[in-house]
T-cell receptor, first 115, second 117 residues
Framework: DAGVIQSPRHEVTEMGQEVTLRCKPI?????LFWYRQTMMRGLELLIY????????DSGMPEDRFSAKMPNASFSTLKIQPSEPRDSAVYFC?????????????FGNGTRLTVT | AQSVTQLGSHVSVSEGALVLLRCNYS??????LFWYVQYPNQGLQLLLK??????LVKGINGFEAEFKKSETSFHLTKPSAHMSDAAEYFC???????????????FGKGTKLSVIP
């Protein structure tokens, strides 16, 4: 089991550019989550999917953010256009079933810096 | 709605000393409770969880936590700190799924543990 795989590990981009973050969940996990971590706000849930279908995107901060899950083994989080306040660590996590009592398995994150 | 409060954003202990990280929660229903640990440049990983049953829960790396309903607390302890325990620790609360509404897992702001040799 390779765990949740995120790429890239680090991304530095200029304001206004498009950024795409990628995630491969653990095989067999039906739930996928995107979180953002900042010093000021801690961990925030952005969106989550069940069986590739977005269930709740109420945490997505603005229309500049979008997420897709075209198949069970791949998801993307896109920011277009990016802004300096988007700088954060973005985590993808997966879970085998509804995570009321099931732990989340996190990737190592993508550290995004927007200058 | 639920919330989590972690007392102390930064805790320092000497190697070999007791580790106590505090977590208080609020929940309108009996909660599920979790502690996660985050090492530098890594994602969070589960330390332990409480769902039902025994209120003293043992986790990995010698950590344990006790669910105290009357105090709405779920403090994390370890009898003797190791240098390798230096990390950030997150308490989280989840409400049992009722079949309606969205996913409800709320994380605390985290407590950074430093271990002094």
């Amino acid at each position: 089991d390779a765990g949740v795989i995120q790429s890239p590990r680090h991304e530095v981009t200029e304001m206004g550019q498009e950024v795409t973050l990628r995630c491969k969940p653990i095989s067999g996990h039906d739930y996928l989550f995107w979180y953002r971590q900042t010093m000021m706000r801690g961990l925030e849930l952005l969106i989550y999917f069940n069986n590739n279908v977005p269930i709740d995107d109420s945490g997505m901060p603005e229309d500049r953010f979008s997420a897709k899950m075209p198949n069970a083994s791949f998801s993307t989080l896109k920011i277009q256009p990016s802004e300096p306040r988007d700088s954060a660590v973005y985590f993808c996590a997966s879970s085998p079933y509804r995570a009321d009592n099931s732990p989340l398995h996190f990737g190592n994150g993508t550290r995004l810096t927007v200058t | 709605a639920q919330s989590v409060t972690q007392l102390g954003s930064h805790v320092s202990v000497s190697e070999g000393a007791l580790v106590l990280l505090r977590c208080n929660y609020s929940s309108s229903v009996p909660p599920y409770l979790f502690w996660y640990v985050q090492y530098p440049n890594q994602g969070l990983q589960l330390l332990l969880k409480y769902t039902t049953g025994a209120t003293l829960v043992k986790g990995i790396n010698g950590f344990e936590a006790e669910f105290k309903k009357s105090e709405t607390s779920f403090h994390l302890t370890k009898p003797s700190a190791h240098m390798s325990d230096a990390a950030e620790y997150f308490c989280a609360v989840s409400a049992p799924y009722s079949g309606a509404g969205s996913y409800q897992l709320t994380f605390g702001k985290g407590t950074k543990l430093s271990v002094i040799p």
